[in-house]
């Protein structure tokens, strides 16, 4: 890294601390209901300026509606108003030069209808009895944010590298736009490509289904479902963005966005291409460059990971185009429709090169390999969703859809084993290519019946699914021994293979009120049933007739698998304010079939029964701290191919043979999580911790031989559980008008003891992990910002046989982001990350230093922007990685995205509005 930039942003952030002229303020006081005086908790009180109503600060009132504001301003004079939910908006004006004031008690009137209807509130959080709302233009992002860039400022979100989001913990399942899907369930379409300026609240409610929240269920409570909101004066209009751009080494990027809402129409098209890994729709900007690889990871087992792509793990480089279009509308009272279409094409290249050592009882081995893969994907896509509403009290939903996927591949690979005195056993190798097909088709109906005013309700849901796959394989292999007993296997081969998979399924819910609204009685029943046919038909190549006519008996199979489910349950729910409960609890008869037309004599019938129960206790401290505790009882039964005595050998190398006396699996899992986030410090801090244990569990069973061939089968074990927790903490803190500095804290550990097999010794292995984390954001408004951060990966593996040593590996990823935004018009952003994995075999690169720099200058009235980026600037990216397991340690390392640089260019356009004000994301705000 550049000794001067490091020089200059120390400097920096040193002489930001000596920034003055500023007066201190603080304001506090008690906001209550002027009928009844009681204390409203959830008030919101902000702090505007005069002149142009700019928010400078904000917090919640308490149970008690005790609030307090603090901090640094440079202005004189503001008003501060005091926002609550059906009643008239207090404002005031505060002299800040006199530090303030204390307001004592502040009695809020009640709106009337006609109030409710003409007040518009701009507070920047209002906190209503189910849903977290937040005003958009309360919050600073940088020009030309995206819904993602808006996501990351707001108290309590939190959004990873690949662009998952979770609400104090909890993960963000569905993100609507105005109600409505937008683009299926890839929420990252929405939250990359939608713009903030065009936003006008983001709402957070519990995950539901629409049927659920028709009937006045309980959603889920693990999950998260974000709204955006659209103004209606930005709901009618088009807009949308182009960008391009190209670099050394020939790579480069296009994409493009076209947006146009008429009221409750709405029609979306979106299409993108590129060559450098991005997972697509990269506009080339600032933050988005190099598609969205703004960091880099390392895991606890080495692999190298750039926003959700696994540069290490084998992906690759990926070359991807594709195309999209959305369409939303209202045709008539009642009734919703929607589509999308979506069109995904990839080319992926990979080599690979492996070291494994491999750990018995009483020996070891070692084996290298190598491979080469090429991959080419094509996929079609369309979802629909029609809401009927037929009268006031019936429901209909249904959500059909439909994909086509076509890929070929072709590998080369070659391997070979040495014995514990680096003796040759076998070498193998491979040349593979294969083309197939697959037809998807699902469809959905719910239908919910209203019964009464109380909150009962009758649910029928009816889902099916069709499912086809054609595959056509070429393989030339051989597995040479230098065991002149052991026979060396070598295949010329063609295989087709057709398989159908048809599920059906009914479920009935008729839920009873008890108590109106609060006590509530379910009966439900459940019934699926799912059919597999496969037919492999494997053909040896004829040297005589140079055609694959030969019939290879063992390695082809025609059979039909089922599972079919039959569920009866029954339910408590009960609900009030601050305070919900459920318990549920379910009989399942279970049968699977197998019915083999090759081999008759393999065919199987097994009968299941198990109890499942589900229940749960969520209780809220207060309207940011709540405390959530569950309990599950689940079963899974093993696979058809783990109860099938057929045997494999595919593979020649590893024979496997399934059990036909396996039980299924019951798991018990407990989970607690407590979350608070503190209006009044700005503080918010997550807890989350989650027991799980299993009885009959399924492992695998491995014998090898003399030559290193495995023989595999399954197994019950008892003893199988896992503890997980994770806590997170942090806190912002204003230091004046101008400047803010946001903490976060947070650490995960896992705990696991595992049953296993190593060459049928049944033996114990614990693995222990524990990564803590750290890093803080200092912003300093339109001069720059600085967000460092530091994680510690910590693992360690213990086995209770001797053969076996106990491992532990400790890895190190630093990183560094900062932005640059002079001089004006220009931004200046650098994505630093240093990776050290100390545990990887020699000849295996273990750290790494990983640069991009982007520099960005808007022009034409920030309209277009003008991109220079370099990826990799240190020319240093690397995936070496060690994985270990109870009886093996493996080192590996694959292609990986090298140094390039890219000149971009990319241009918004936007007629919503009333003046089609395209300056949107360009708000002041001072906190």
Known sequence: MNSKCLI???????????????????????????????????????????????????????????????????????????????????????????GGADLKSISMKAANELDAVLIKSRAPVTIKKDTLEFNVSSFKTKQDA?????????????????????????????????????????????????????????????????????????????????????????????????AAGYGTDDRYEFAGLYNYFNNDRRVSVLAGGNNINSPGFSFGEIQKMFGNASFMSVSSNGSFNIDGRSFGGGDGIVTSSNIGANYADVI???????????????????????????????????????????????????????????DSTLLLNIRPAFSYGQSQASSLSSAESFNS??????????????????????????????????????????????????????????????????????????????????????????????????????????????RRENQNSTFDFNEISQDFDVFNTDLSSDFTN????????IGLQYRVDKFSANFNIGYVNRTLGNSDQLRPDLSLNRRFDAIEM?????????????????????????????????QNVNNPLNIITGNPELNPTNSHDVSFSYTNYDWQSGSGFYSYLNFSTQTDDVVTKSVIDENLVRTTTYEN??????????????????????????????????????????????????????????????????????????????????????????????????????ATFLPKKFEWRNDIAFNYNPNVADGFQRSAWFWNSTVAYSFMKDKAILTLKIYDLLNQNTNARRVANGDFIQDTESTVLRQYFMLSFSWKFNTLGKKGDTSGGDFIFYD
């Open 146 to 242: 995206t819904v993602e860039d808006l996501l990351k400022e707001l108290p309590g979100v939190e959004v990873d590298e690949e662009g998952n989001i979770s609400i104090n913990g909890k993960p963000v399942s569905e993100i609507l736009v105005n109600g409505k899907p937008f683009f299926g369930d890839d929420a990252t379409i929405a939250t990359r490509n939608l713009t903030k300026e065009i936003i006008e609240k983001v709402q957070i409610v519990d995950t539901k289904s629409q049927a659920q929240a028709y009937a006045g269920e309980d959603g889920d409570q693990t999950s998260k479902t974000i709204n955006l909101t659209i103004s209606e004066e930005n709901n009618k209009g088009h807009f949308g963005r182009l």
């Open 562 to 569: 089922t599972n079919t489910v039959s569920k009866p349950s």
């Open 717 to 818: 074990v008892n003893g199988n559980y896992n503890v997980y927790g994770d806590v997170s903490w942090g806190k912002k803190a204003t230091l004046d008008s101008l400047r803010t500095i946001k903490f976060n804290f947070g650490a995960f550990t896992t705990f696991r003891n595992a049953v296993n097999f190593n060459n049928e010794v049944k033996y114990n292995s614990t693995n222990l992990t524990v990564s803590p984390r750290v890093g803080f954001t200092f912003n300093w408004k339109d001069l720059f910002e600085l967000r460092p951060n530091y994680s510690l990966n910590l693992t360690e593996n213990k086995f209770d046989l001797e053969a076996i040593d106990n491992q532990s590996f400790v890895s190190h990823t630093l990183r560094l982001a900062t």
């Open 8 to 98: 200059t942003l120390v400097l920096c952030f040193f002489i930001s601390f000596n920034y003055a002229q500023n007066n201190t303020y603080k304001i506090s006081g008690k906001v209550v209901s002027a009928d009844e005086q009681l204390p409203l908790e959830s008030a919101t009180i902000y702090l505007e300026t005069v002149t142009d109503s700019t928010l400078i600060s904000y917090t919640i009132s308490d149970k008690n509606g005790v609030f307090l504001l603090e901090g640094k301003s440079i202005f004189k004079q503001c008003n501060l108003t005091v926002s609550y939910l059906g009643y008239q908006p207090f404002v005031t004006t505060i002299d800040l030069e006199k």
């Open 332 to 390: 008539s009272k009642g009734v919703d429709i929607s589509a999308d279409y979506f069109n995904s094409n990839s080319n992926s290249e990979n080599e690979t090169v492996t070291n494994r050592e491999t750990i018995l009882p009483d020996d070891r081995f070692f084996s290298n390999s190598r491979s080469s893969d090429l991959t080419d994907n094509q996929n079609h896509s369309v979802n629909a969703r029609l809401d009927i509403k037929i």
């Open 614 to 646: 589900n229940s749960y206790v969520n209780y809220n401290l207060s309207e940011s701290a709540y405390v959530y505790v569950n309990y599950r009882l689940s079963n899974r039964p093993p696979s058809i191919n783990q109860l099938q005595p057929f």
């Open 421 to 530: 005195n680096n003796e040759l056993i076998n070498t193998s190798s491979a040349e593979n290519f294969s083309d197939n097909q697959r037809r998807n088709f699902s469809n959905r109906v719910d239908l919910t019946k209203r019964l009464g005013n109380k909150g009962s309700s009758l649910r029928f849901g009816f889902n099916t699914a069709f499912n086809t796959a054609d595959d056509e394989i070429f393989l030339q292999s051989e597995a040479l021994f230098q065991d002149a007993n052991q026979e060396d296997v070598i295949r010329n081969q063609f295989t087709q293979r057709d398989e159908t998979f048809n599920d059906l399924g009914v479920n009935v819910t008729f839920r009873q009120a008890l108590i109106a609204k609060k006590l509530f009685l379910s009966l439900a029943y459940e019934y699926t049933n799912n």
